[in-house]
């Protein structure tokens, strides 16, 4: 191969490298540009995305302070209405068991019968509390046998077993 026709490949070799990269430096491109294009779309997304996220945060305690103060209006209401039809008030016509001053003077003695039952320990506790007597008790008696203690003690002791436990 003479020196001309290595000069003229080489000519067309450059020519053919300076298309490749011409063609492959379009097509960069033009992915550079789609993807630009893409993160600019995702940036836009994201942050259209966090001003209605900080909105809804804004607005959420007023929206839960409002659900919250119409349950407790239908709450009252209820209640107003549960009061009146036990006060034999409203249109009822009159027919509704009321309870008034006059009915709980009445019946005071039941009402209090039924206070003093519930205030009154139930059985387990009153045996418990038998049970933690007989124990201080046996304990004292115990201790006495055994010669154990001075008359201050043993005093001491004594007026121990009848206080009640914490």
Do not use: C, Y
Request: aromatic share 4%; no cysteine.
């Amino acid at each position: 191969m003479t020196e001309e026709e290595l000069a003229e490949m080489q000519k067309m070799i450059t020519a053919a490298a300076g298309q490749i990269e011409s063609k492959l430096a379009g097509t960069l491109q033009e992915v550079l540009v789609g993807v630009n294009a893409k993160v600019e779309a995702a940036e836009a997304v994201s942050s259209e995305l966090q001003v209605k996220a900080k909105a809804a945060f804004e607005a959420l305690p007023a929206l839960i302070q409002k659900q919250v103060e119409n349950q407790l209006q239908d709450l009252t209401k209820q209640l107003e209405e549960k009061a009146e039809a036990m006060s034999g008030g409203g249109n009822s016509g009159g027919g509704g068991a009321g309870v008034n001053f006059r009915d709980l003077l009445a019946h005071s003695d039941k009402i209090i019968g039924v206070i003093n039952a519930w205030k009154q320990p139930t059985t387990e506790a009153a045996m418990m509390g038998q049970m933690n007597l007989i124990f201080r008790w046996h304990g004292l008696l115990s201790k006495l046998e055994k010669g154990g203690g001075s008359g201050d003690d043993v005093t001491k002791a004594i007026a121990d077993t009848f206080k009640p436990q914490e």
